[in-house]
């Protein structure tokens, strides 16, 4: 199987790479893995990553700097129905848009849209809510029967480190909520592609596992 | 619910861990990769390395580290110490690292903040400040630099704003005056500093056991603890400060076995 993690100037694709890595070694699974920003690869491969840090419009930017890229993604993943994973801001791009610094628009690919965290109230130890939510959360799980949360229970824990969530009503498309001054969707998706707002390369055992399932997942046709 | 983060700190001279109190007399303690891997296991929740080391030149041997231990250790890695450029940024983010601190660079040179976060994002930029009491200050501390041998007649807590207003996505805050005394953390100035900005506030200096933690925590609003001799010392492990802090209520990863 061929992987491809999209490169598009994005900050962390060495963590990516390292994390993904590591599971197909330690695992002994048959993935080839690359990090590319060349479409007929990307149009080769079997699977897709797309990694995310920085802010939404920056992404957006650095991906439309690659031309035809994301109607290449667009066409791979929602008409030839090729497994994705977006992570943090890769996730938010397949939503319509965010409103982070100025309304940009994401693929389209399911609905809703990105508001800035709350940060009124105070947490369970009165302590004022921060932005970036950053650290380590864990999953109320709304999809208990996914093949990507075999083994992980919602006592699990995954870091997180983002601004801006995700605002939906498509509530099917949420596979799992973390909670952070509000219920936040830290895992959405439908068919062939998944979006995680957390980072699994960050993310220790945990993020292994997660990573270990998506890579094992076989999304039903 | 958030968890509350136990960051272990290391100090890296010449691409070795070293041990000294107040960077004298340093002491060859062992490889920074072994030790990172170690505090993974242990369930460090980030792991931060501070380069202590002279020159530019020996500062290569960071590089090595951050990509080494990125290879291996899947948790957040800050790395800082001398960074003063974007190309420092840079290299470091490149060799694997997740967030990078600036301190002195960024009184020096104060569009290093700004820039920063807009060329990588203001989740990697951590706004190091080391503080120490000053009455003839507006919020009574100064920041200071070099490792605290230097004054700047600035004003900590409109430091602090101003970091956060030009795009650090975090402060990391040490108190020179109980860095190094075990004694606990600064709670007046970590309270100050968290109260009044709204990115986390990592509390550092004087941790002496895990009950200084929780304190910070409790009293002071810190959304991190960081600290360094207390772990490599091995009096306590970020096993039995994650103890104490579940058992006064302060939601923890992985506080068993």
């Known amino acids: 199987m061929k992987l491809v993690i999209i490169d598009y100037g994005s900050g962390n694709l060495k963590s990516v790479e390292n994390a993904f890595m590591y599971c197909v070694r330690t695992n002994n699974l048959k993935f080839s893995i690359e990090v590319t920003d060349n479409l007929n690869s990307i149009s080769k491969a079997d699977h897709i990553v797309l990694p995310g840090v920085g802010s939404f419009p920056d992404c957006k930017k650095g991906l439309q700097q690659i031309d035809g890229l994301i109607d290449l993604l667009t066409n791979e993943v929602i008409n030839k129905g090729k497994k994705f994973l977006g992570i943090c801001v890769g996730m938010q791009l397949m939503v319509d848009y965010s409103s982070e610094k100025k309304r940009t628009s994401g693929f389209g690919w399911l609905n809703g849209n990105f508001k800035k965290i709350k940060t009124s109230g105070l947490d369970y130890i009165g302590r004022n809510y921060k932005i970036p939510h950053m650290g380590w959360n864990n999953l109320q799980i709304k999809e208990k029967n996914h093949p990507v949360l075999e083994n992980i229970n919602e006592n699990e824990q995954f870091y997180f480190v983002h601004s801006y969530a995700l605002l939906t009503r498509e509530i099917n498309e949420i596979i799992a909520y973390t909670t952070y001054n509000q219920k936040i969707p830290s895992i959405i998706g439908k068919n062939n592609f998944l979006g995680v707002q957390f980072h699994p390369e960050k993310s220790g055992n945990s993020g292994q596992k997660f990573i270990y399932n998506w890579l094992s997942w076989v999304p039903e046709s | 619910m958030l968890s509350t983060r136990v960051i272990p700190c290391l100090d890296v001279h010449n691409g070795r861990t070293v041990k000294g109190i107040n960077f004298i007399n340093l002491k060859d303690a062992g490889d920074p990769v072994e030790q990172a891997k170690k505090y993974s296991c242990l369930g460090a929740d980030e792991i931060c390395f501070l380069d202590i080391s002279a020159t530019n030149e020996k500062r290569k041997a960071m590089f090595n580290v951050i990509s080494k231990t990125a290879e291996l250790c899947f948790v957040p890695l800050t790395a800082g110490g001398g960074v ?158 994650k103890k104490e802090m579940f058992k006064n209520g302060i939601k923890v990863r992985n506080h068993e076995d």
């Not at chain 2, 301190?103 to 990697?124: D, H, M, W």
């Not at chain 2, 700047?152 to 970091?163: E, F, P, Q, Y």
């Not at chain 2, 040490?174 to 600064?186: R, W």
């Open chain 2, 84 to 241: 003063n450029s974007l190309d420092d940024f840079r290299k470091l983010l490149n060799s694997g690292a997740d967030k990078v601190s600036i301190n002195s660079a960024a009184v020096y040179n104060p569009t290093l903040i700004r820039e920063s976060s807009e060329k990588f994002g203001n989740q990697c930029v951590v706004l190091a400040i080391d503080a120490i009491e000053n009455k003839i200050m507006p919020s009574g501390y100064e920041v200071t630099t070099h490792g605290g041998r230097k004054k700047t007649n600035i004003d900590v807590l409109r430091w602090a704003i101003k970091g956060v207003k030009n795009g650090a996505g975090e402060i990391l805050l040490t108190s020179m005056n109980s860095d190094g005394t075990k004694k606990g953390y600064n709670l007046k100035l970590t309270k100050l500093i968290s109260e009044n900005v709204n990115v986390p506030v990592i509390a550092s200096g004087g941790a002496g056991s895990p009950k200084d933690m929780v304190e910070v925590i409790l009293k002071a609003g810190a959304s991190a603890v960081l600290a360094a001799s207390i772990f490599h010392y091995g009096v306590h492990s970020i096993f039995s400060v």
